[in-house]
């Protein structure tokens, strides 16, 4: 549309698309509320009051607020496609998000943000690009790829690509390392997006000051206080198991309040299904006192402008036409949404559309060293060891120092003291490499649990109280080609076959909620006590996020970022 017709249609000389009638308008910009009637044009807001118009739509008095938008996600942590992940997340009010396709490019490299960018074609969401910083996240773990900044700086000028995504190695960043600091310098002005947890003092300064504008990672008030005053946007973070909320809205107030967005990070699909998306975490930031406007303005203009969309994230003149329709304000009920001026959703329902490439499939990617199954044996070598200690609710993990459980010179699972073996198998180029330790906090009395999705380099992990299951779960992954598993008395007791890269469902987002909640239940009823085990579990691979993880190479001492014995 020409800025000649732009005008007309917006002084009232030309028709709008769609006049939104009876409108309580929930104003982002000027923070408050106002009724009026909104014309629609050619996928914009063409301007407030009476207009003639081709279509309209009476809103009856409910609100009007612009699109909700995550600003940082992970869509294959969802185990869904883009379409399903559309279908399951628009119903909820969201229009745009900001996603970090790290998962999958650890597996495929850039085939597989090319995947994500195809299949996220023509939907009734728009999914951004932030490419991602590390692949693989460090040097102590074995990955399907390798994306060095000449990899990166091509892909930038790709469509719906808006910057470099959290930069995991904050100790490359504090060394200056040479190829690190050029995945920094190729943004040339775009977003770079941070993962700094626990960073502090002059060391965070240095990071921010490299380049890097906002976290993710804060788990307490004092963190997220010490980190806003040092000028970074601060992520607020609610996902399945991060659950980071109610701490970070404490310091929020009305003159700091736009530093400040929502994310949902790592989001499964039952809770997508049963409490929402980004509309979830907007009426969890109101039940913590929180003003609604404010709380909206995080979910919608905040993000927009930090990631500099200067047409998106308000109900304004020349913005997009992307809302939110509530039937309450505060309970954030959405019961329309409208994407480029045209309804896409009505209670709670999805209208149908064609995606990009429904359903197309990517290359196998679960290629283990059977010999290396053989070799999950501990000899015991002292009297005390490391083990992981799991922090219900959290990606961080506790450095536990504890003594083995010793059976004819092995160290062996421990249930009564709730120990168990944890080991990850490298599964991209079959490369035989093992890594082995103990894990406290799973409560498995019986049996084990593994699963291909293991942050970042998604090799597959297992849980379990003895040997033959463990390798028996890794085998029904396998046979999968990706997913999860539980295994008890030598039985296969459920899966959850993820055939994409090892970490999404073809399926609808009820299909794959169903079944991650069967296998859920089952993992309960072997004495698991965690909320989501396969959340919990996939972050206990993670070496950039403290204190003890483990890899295929071994045990990880974040805090020191090198690799550590078991037995001390």
Known sequence: MSIEETIAVARGHQP??????????????????????VAVHAGRVAGFGSYEYRQE?????????PGFIDGHLHVESTMLIPPEFARAVVPHGTTAVMADPHEIANVLGIEGINYMLRSSENLPLTIYIMLPSCVPATGMET??????????????????????????NFPGVLAADREVLNKIRIADGRR??????????????????????????????????????????????QGSTEKNL???????????????????????????????????????????????????????????????LPDTGAVAPGFKADFAVLDDLEKVMVSRVIQGGKVVAADGRVLPFVSGEPGRMVRSTVNIDYKSLE???????????????????????????????????????????????????????????????????MGLRDGAIATSVAHDSHNILVVGTGDADMRRAVLAVEKENGGAAVVAGGEV????????????????????????????????????????????LSFLALPVVPALKITDKGLVDVESFQLVELFQ
Not at 145 to 168: C, H, K, N, Q, Y
Not at 402 to 411: E, H, M, N, Q, Y
């Open 493 to 536: 007791l459920a899966t959850l076959p993820l055939p994409v890269a090892g970490l999404m469902s073809i399926h609808p987002a009820a299909e794959v909620a169903a079944a991650a909640e069967q296998l859920t239940g089952v993992v309960r009823g072997l004495g698991c006590r965690l909320e989501h085990p396969l959340i919990a």
């Open 246 to 308: 109610k701490e970070l809205v404490s310091i929020v107030t009305p003159e700091n309040s736009r530093q400040f967005m929502l994310v949902s990070d790592d989001r499964n699909p039952g809770d997508l299904l049963k409490q929402g998306h980004v509309d979830y975490l907007v009426r969890l930031a109101i039940g913590e006192g929180l003003p609604p406007v404010t709380a909206i303005q995080m979910a919608t203009v905040n993000t927009a402008a930090y990631f500099r």
């Open 143 to 168: 990955s399907g790829a390798e994306l060095t900044s000449g990899d990166l700086a091509l892909m930038l000028p790709r469509d719906r690509v808006l910057g470099i995504a959290e930069m995991m």
């Open 57 to 65: 739509l009476d809103l009856e008095g409910r609100y009007l607020c």
């Open 16 to 37: 709008a698309d769609l006049l939104i009638r009876n409108a309580r308008v929930v104003d982002v910009l000027s923070a408050d509320i106002f009724e009026s009637d």
């Open 375 to 441: 070799r999950l044996d501990i000899q015991a070598a002292g009297e005390k060891m490391m083990v992981i200690g799991i922090v219900p609710d959290q990606i961080v993990t506790e450095k536990l120092v504890l003594a083995p459980r010793v059976v004819d010179g092995l160290a062996v699972a421990d249930t009564d003291r709730d120990l168990l073996k944890i080991a990850v198998v490298e599964r991209h180029m079959a490369s035989g490499n093992i890594g082995l330790g103990f894990v406290r906090g």
């Open 192 to 237: 770079v997006d941070g993962h700094a947890p626990g960073l502090t003092g002059k060391d965070l300064g240095a990071y921010i000051a490299a380049g890097i504008h906002s976290d993710h990672e804060c788990t307490t008030a004092a963190e997220a206080r010490e980190k806003l005053r040092a000028g970074m946007f601060i992520m607020v973070r």
